[in-house]
């Protein structure tokens, strides 16, 4: 197994890392080292045939945010996905003048080459037609994935406390949930109420018989952990009660040396299948 350097890319929040198309996509936040004005306002690409060369990739501004509106600051989060056939980026994004008004919102690349063809806008995440909840408070981290033929997304938004939410998307359009959400997770155990009563940034993970999510719990210092809910693969994933949230932390700052605060997380299967 190789060695990855530690930190893998410096100054970059919420990574994402993804295959297709015989590259490696890696993204994440970027965040405000000046002030509030010059960060948090863009999101970028690299590429890479293999994931360590992800680190010293040429980065690309892929979209910029607004001057002015929705979708001008706080961009956060952003994830890319391919989706039937099409590539998406998720991300969430405060207004000029709420910068706490963050809701998610979509681009889809108008051809197959993420790095290199443009984006285009698909708006706010839109709730199911007889969903008046979703997405009317503060909700961000989307991500999506494909079990068993059926199409997801989950997302977390306070309501009440910062929980994690799942519903179904087309394919074809997956800016629009097919479904009412189900509450996958809700702030329980001590460890998910230091500082902050918070489950955000989920990532999945699937084997041959289990699905899992990974969440972060907490506010965001040395707090900051990793949660693990687990449900059988063959299940209804849209049933909350398929789903068992691990009672302890997987992973905190008292695992780690000279590290604090491991939280917003993903995965992916490097090119020598590690």
């Given at each position: ?7 893998f890319?410096?100054?970059r ?11 490696y996509y ?5 965040p405000?080292?000046?002030d ?9 690409l690299?590429r890479?045939?293999t ?5 010293c990739?040429?980065e ?8 002015s ?20 980026i998720?991300?969430?994004a ?16 108008q ?6 063809d ?6 706010k ?5 007889d969903?008046?909840v979703s997405f ?5 981290d ?5 079990h068993?033929?059926r199409h997801?997304v ?6 009440g ?6 519903a179904t ?6 800016w ?6 189900i ?5 329980e155990y ?10 955000e940034?989920?990532?999945?993970l ?5 699905v899992?999510?990974?969440?972060s719990a907490?506010g ?9 809910l687990s449900?059988?693969?063959?299940s209804?994933l ?7 949230k691990?009672p ?5 700052t ?9 939280g917003?997380?993903c995965?992916?299967?490097?090119e020598?299948s590690?």
């Open positions: 197994m190789k060695n990855y350097p530690n930190p890319i410096t100054e929040a919420d990574p994402y890392i993804t295959k297709g198309a015989g590259y890696f993204t994440a936040s970027y405000a080292t000046a509030a004005e010059h960060g948090y306002d863009r999101i970028i690299r890479s045939e994931v360590c060369g992800l680190a990739a040429e690309k501004t892929i979209w910029l945010a607004h001057e509106g929705v979708m001008a600051r706080h961009i956060w989060a952003p994830e890319i996905h391919f989706i039937g056939g099409r590539w998406y998720f991300f969430a405060g207004d000029r003048d709420n910068v706490w008004n963050i809701r998610p919102y979509v681009l889809q690349c051809g197959m080459d993420p790095y290199n443009l984006w285009e806008e698909k708006g995440m839109q709730a199911f037609s969903d008046s009317n408070s503060f909700s961000l989307m991500t999506y994935f494909e068993n033929g997801y989950i997302w977390a938004e306070i309501i406390d910062s929980s994690l939410f799942m998307v087309n394919p074809d359009c997956p629009m949930l097919t479904s009412k959400p509450l996958l997770t809700k702030p001590d460890w998910e109420k230091v500082v902050f009563r918070v489950n940034g989920a990532s999945v699937k084997t041959d018989n289990m899992y999510v990974f969440f907490s965001t210092g040395a707090e900051y952990c990793m949660g693990r449900a059988s693969a063959d209804d849209m049933k909350p009660e398929s789903w068992t691990h302890e932390p997987v992973l905190s008292a695992d780690l040396t000279d590290e604090a605060g491991p917003h997380n995965f992916v299967v490097d020598d590690a």
